[in-house]
Nanobody, 121 residues
Framework: QVQLVESGGGLVQAGGSLRLSCVASGSIFSVNSMGWYRQAPGKQRELVATIPSGGRTNYADSVKGRFTISRDNAKNTVYLQMNSLKPEDTAVYYC???????????????WGQGTQVTVSS
């Protein structure tokens, strides 16, 4: 079984910064793409940023230039540095990872439980 655990959410004023972390643990042979998604009240879950094991990062237009995604492959951890936060960034942020649990198995898509980010005006 694979678990994704997020941390780093909280309450911050507009213009402030937060750094989210997500650690993947359990039965892991390999991790491919990792990423962050968010869901605001009454809205659908949307992509924030993704980072493959090797290659170019991808960002939603709404966060380009303000958010930076990075990862530590040795620790199976993905980060999201969020700067210049706006009230519209308020949402539950979910970690996502595409994982191969065993060498001879299949790839699976896993989600974390989510962490709340609230930006006050």
């Amino acid at each position: 079984q694979v678990q994704l655990v997020e941390s780093g959410g909280g309450l911050v004023q507009a213009g402030g910064s937060l750094r989210l972390s997500c650690v993947a643990s359990g039965s892991i042979f390999s991790v491919n793409s990792m990423g962050w998604y968010r869901q605001a009240p009454g809205k659908q879950r949307e992509l924030v940023a993704t980072i493959p094991s090797g290659g170019r990062t991808n960002y939603a237009d709404s966060v380009k230039g303000r958010f930076t995604i990075s990862r530590d492959n040795a620790k199976n951890t993905v980060y999201l540095q969020m700067n210049s936060l706006k009230p519209e960034d308020t949402a539950v942020y979910y970690c996502n990872a595409f994982v191969l649990p065993s060498r001879t198995g299949s790839w699976y898509n896993y989600w974390g439980q989510g962490t709340q980010v609230t930006v006050s005006s």
